[in-house]
């Protein structure tokens, strides 16, 4: 059989790493080009940085020194798995609402009308603007950083579980109604595993998201995470903390993607039907 | 007079969202139990409409579909469906798995459903190839496996709605010598659509002609008496072959204008 993520497969946009989707074949190792462009960026950003004091562009060498000192105190992980325990929880609670919704506005017409009204407007609205309320309705606790991720996490699930109900075969259901199926013969024979691609995509978007709204959740009220280190590091002109902040959350959300990736790809490698593309 | 396997009279069914005329008007049709029926006519004359009231995906606007004598009320899993294409296939699913989906609704035993799926797929000439996925199997396997499926619940009523249209000539021959062999095996009733005259004399005890569509009716039928396994190049299949191809021609002209 071949493996999923070959050439010719519509997953290989999912299910492979970016950079290793080119046109035809690579005769490179597929490690040489993100290596290649972060030597070109260190090269250009050295070159830029030289111009500037420390305080307004630090240099690589700034960074990478902030970097190792921060690895070395412990900080950094501390602050990284906090953010990440944190964008785990309200992923997970974003999820574990979004996925009910979504198939309730798939399958009811009258459920996705009511709703509708709400998830298009909403889904507009950037976890910042919500910060304020955020912290009236659910203190300034861990509740309300929770709630910011998972409702930034929510739509894109949703949306996407809504889509996959809306595009199941139409002759899959006829199929299990005329072999003597209920309706939740059909809900859970072929709704449930035709919506488990959208959703992981959706999830996948959602996650995203998730890690977007880290700073806005750990903008106020917080005193751990890498949110609140960019935020708080800016006060004090950390410049180089800032860049090692961000770096940390950029590399913290590829490896959650590839493990995420890695964890679908296990589950269903059969249920994952072939015509499903990014 | 004993209850038909099918019984259409007077049905009519117009597809009111789109507010055509209907597509078929007036339509009676009767199939006798253990009786292979084919539907024969040009694209858009209503064979699939008459086959999925039969089914029960939808209702006749008019006049009564019956089977067994008793109104059809929704699907089930007396009236067996193959559909057209392979999407009603579960990719997800390995060929075994699917053509169990029947036992497996109906909670049969685990062990009588190994049996189920031992003898089918024997019969469907596809032992060894009960763990692939449907992506790793041909056309026609696909279409063997959908058959399978249907089988499994030992349906009175196989209702097929061009089910070897995709399939290569080569493949089609050999589906259809297989489908009477099976057919004579089980003996269900069947409503078979096509509109490859050749498929429909290989096949029916009685060919049954519509006219071209909207507001489509049965305009004539034909009894095929060649003992089966039949011979293509009968001169019995050969005569009528002419016969109904004068008729669908002139209904596919009709079509046209």
Same mark, same amino acid.
């Not at chain 1, 260190?42 to 070159?47: K, Y």
């Not at chain 1, 992981?200 to 709204?213: D, E, N, P, S």
């Not at chain 2, 064979?47 to 006749?60: M, N, V």
């Not at chain 2, 190994?114 to 797929?121: D, G, H, K, T």
């Given at each position: 059989?071949p493996a999923?993520a070959?050439?010719?497969?519509?997953?290989?946009?999912?299910?492979?790493p970016?950079?290793?989707?080119?046109?035809g074949?690579?005769?490179l190792?597929t490690?040489?080009?993100?290596?290649?462009?972060?030597?070109?960026l260190?090269?250009?950003?050295?070159?830029a940085?030289g111009?500037?004091?420390?305080?307004?562009?630090p240099?690589?060498l700034?960074?990478?020194r902030?970097?190792?000192?921060?690895a070395a105190?412990?900080?950094i992980?501390?602050?990284a798995?906090?953010?990440a325990?944190?964008?785990?929880?309200?992923?997970?609670?974003?999820?574990?609402?979004?996925?009910?919704?979504?198939?309730?506005?798939?399958l009811?017409?009258?459920?996705?009308r009511?709703?509708?009204?709400?998830?298009?407007?909403?889904r507009?609205?950037?976890?910042?603007?919500?910060?304020?309320?955020?912290?009236?309705?659910?203190?300034?606790?861990?509740a309300?950083?929770?709630?910011?991720?998972a409702y930034?996490?929510?739509f894109?699930?949703?949306?996407a579980?809504?889509?996959g109900?809306?595009?199941?075969?139409?002759?899959?259901?006829?199929?299990?109604?005329?072999?003597?199926?209920s309706?939740?013969?059909?809900?859970?024979?072929?709704?449930?595993?035709?919506?488990?691609?959208?959703i992981?995509?959706?999830?996948?978007?959602?996650?995203?998201?998730?890690?977007?709204?880290i700073?806005s959740a750990?903008?106020?009220?917080?005193?751990?995470?890498?949110g609140?280190?960019?935020?708080?590091a800016?006060?004090?002109?950390?410049?180089?903390t800032?860049?090692?902040a961000?770096?940390?959350?950029?590399?913290?959300?590829l490896?959650?993607?590839?493990?995420?990736?890695?964890i679908?790809?296990?589950?269903?490698?059969?249920?994952?039907p072939?015509?499903f593309?990014? | 007079?004993?209850?038909?396997a099918?019984?259409?009279?007077?049905?009519?069914?117009?597809?009111?969202?789109?507010g055509?005329?209907?597509?078929?008007?007036?339509?009676?049709?009767?199939?006798e139990?253990?009786e292979?029926?084919?539907?024969?006519?040009?694209?858009?004359?209503?064979?699939?409409?008459?086959?999925?009231? /039969?089914?029960?995906?939808? &209702?006749?606007s008019s006049?009564?579909? %019956?089977?067994r004598?008793r109104p059809? @009320?929704g +699907? $089930?899993a007396?009236?067996?469906?193959?559909?057209?294409?392979d999407?009603s296939?579960m990719?997800?699913?390995?060929?075994?798995?699917?053509?169990?989906?029947?036992?497996?609704?109906?909670?049969?035993?685990?062990?009588?459903q190994?049996?189920?799926?031992?003898?089918?797929?024997a019969?469907?000439?596809l032992?060894?190839?009960?763990?692939?996925y449907p992506?790793?199997l041909?056309?026609?396997m696909?279409?063997?496996?959908?058959?399978a499926?249907?089988?499994?619940?030992?349906?009175?009523?196989?209702?097929?709605?061009?089910?070897?249209a995709? /399939?290569?000539?080569?493949? &089609?021959?050999?589906?259809?010598?297989? %489908?009477?062999?099976?057919?004579?095996? @089980?003996r +269900? $009733?069947?409503?078979?659509?096509?509109?490859d005259v050749?498929?429909?004399?290989?096949?029916?005890?009685r060919?049954?002609?519509m006219?071209?569509?909207p507001r489509?009716a049965?305009?004539t039928?034909?009894?095929v008496?060649?003992?089966?396994p039949?011979?293509r190049?009968?001169?019995?299949?050969a005569?009528?072959?002419?016969?109904?191809?004068?008729?669908?021609?002139?209904e596919?002209r009709?079509?046209?204008?």
């Open positions: 059989m999923r070959d050439a010719t497969s519509p997953w290989r946009s999912v299910l492979a970016s950079w290793s989707l080119g046109r074949a690579d005769p190792p490690f040489v080009w993100p290596v290649a462009s972060a030597v070109l260190a090269a250009a950003w050295s070159l940085a111009r500037f004091d420390v305080t307004v562009f240099s690589p700034a960074v990478a902030e970097a190792m000192r921060m105190d412990g900080t992980w501390e602050h798995g906090i953010s325990a944190r964008l785990a929880a309200g992923f997970a609670i974003g999820g574990a609402v979004a996925v009910p919704v979504g198939l309730a506005m798939g009811s017409p009258f459920f996705r009511m709703m509708e009204p709400f998830t298009e407007f909403f507009f609205i950037p976890a910042i603007a919500m910060v304020v309320f955020a912290l009236i309705w659910f203190g300034i606790g861990e309300s950083k929770l709630f910011l991720i930034n996490a929510f894109s699930i949703a949306m579980t809504e889509m109900v809306a595009r199941v075969e139409r002759s899959r259901i006829n199929a299990v109604l005329s072999l003597g199926g309706r939740r013969d059909t809900a859970l024979l072929v709704v449930l595993p035709s919506v488990v691609p959208y992981l995509q959706g999830m996948r978007i959602g996650m995203g998201r998730a890690f977007a709204t700073v750990e903008i106020l009220a917080a005193n751990a995470g890498l609140y280190l960019i935020y708080s800016r006060e004090f002109s950390r410049m180089d800032v860049v090692v961000i770096v940390a959350l950029g590399l913290l959300g490896a959650a993607d590839r493990a995420f990736v890695a679908a790809r296990r589950l269903y490698r059969h249920t994952l072939e015509e593309g990014p | 007079m004993a209850s038909a099918a019984e259409f009279s007077g049905v009519s069914k117009a597809f009111t969202a789109r055509d005329a209907p597509a078929i008007e007036n339509f009676d049709l009767r199939i139990e253990g292979f029926v084919c539907l024969l006519g040009p694209s858009g004359c209503g064979k699939t409409t008459a086959l999925t009231l /039969l089914a029960g995906f939808d &209702r006749p006049g009564s579909v %019956l089977h004598g059809v @009320a +699907p $089930a007396d009236r067996g469906v193959v559909f057209q294409g999407d296939l990719p997800w699913l390995t060929a075994t798995e699917n053509l169990l989906l029947g036992p497996r609704i109906r909670r049969v035993p685990l062990g009588e190994r049996a189920i799926a031992e003898r089918l797929l019969l469907v000439g032992v060894g190839h009960g763990d692939k992506r790793e041909s056309g026609g696909k279409q063997r496996i959908q058959i499926r249907v089988l499994a619940n030992e349906p009175d009523m196989l209702l097929m709605d061009e089910p070897f995709a /399939l290569d000539a080569q493949t &089609r021959t050999h589906m259809q010598d297989e %489908l009477v062999r099976i057919w004579s095996e @089980a +269900p $009733a069947v409503l078979f659509i096509t509109h050749h498929e429909a004399l290989i096949l029916a005890d060919v049954v002609v006219r071209a569509g489509s049965v305009r039928a034909f009894n008496e060649a003992p089966r039949r011979d190049s009968d001169p019995r299949i005569a009528a072959y002419g016969e109904i191809q004068r008729v669908m021609a002139e596919f009709r079509a046209r204008q």
